[in-house]
């Protein structure tokens, strides 16, 4: 099983968002089992954060095996459904993060502004490892709403055949291909033309 130093060096850097990450993808693997090796496990997660680093990581639901669905909903909610009896598990984030300082949100403001002194990133870096350390030593239930249930599984993913645009000459997946005009485009060149 992978730890969070590998999930640290997958992303790059520790920071809350993916701590947060690490105890969804703890949790769901607690629940549901081992790691997916194929598409044993599918997660739905509701966000683009850094979060979903730490759930590829340890869960193996990625992208590229297709048992990662993504949901453009700005929500920290991961839903894991086990194949194939689709016994699922879906996690809401209900932790709050420790209060702020005045001197913290100054800070903060500055740094979003794009100054990185010496003085901002002290109190910018500390913050964050307040945090960090908040998600690390809470219970499951002081972090998440757990909800367990039976979820119809989505489809395994499927694979197909690649076409090329009769526009850029690139190479596109047939289900995605437009057709206009009798011309097979991908979907960047059947928009330009409109």
Known sequence: ???????IKFHGHICPGLVLG???????LKELGERAKDEEIVAIVENNSCAVDAV????GCTF????????????????????????????????????????????????????????VLKVVHERKTRKID????ATD??????KRGMIEPPAEAKIYPSVRCSKCGEKVMKSRARVKQGR???????????
């Open 134 to 137: 908040s998600i690390l030593n």
């Open 56 to 59: 590829q990581v340890l869960t």
């Open 22 to 28: 690490y105890r969804v993808a703890m949790l769901a």
């Open 64 to 119: 590229g095996k297709g048992n990662l669905l993504f949901k453009d909903y700005g929500k920290q909610v991961y839903t894991f459904i086990k194949r194939p009896l689709g016994e699922s598990l879906r996690i809401s984030v209900k932790w709050e993060s420790p209060q702020e300082t005045e001197k913290e949100k100054e800070m903060w403001e500055r740094y979003s502004k794009g100054e990185h002194s010496e003085e």
């Open 141 to 146: 239930e002081e972090l998440f709403d757990i």
């Open 184 to 194: 097979l485009l991908c979907i960047p060149c059947y928009e330009k033309g409109k």
């Open 1 to 7: 099983m992978k730890n969070l130093d590998e999930v």
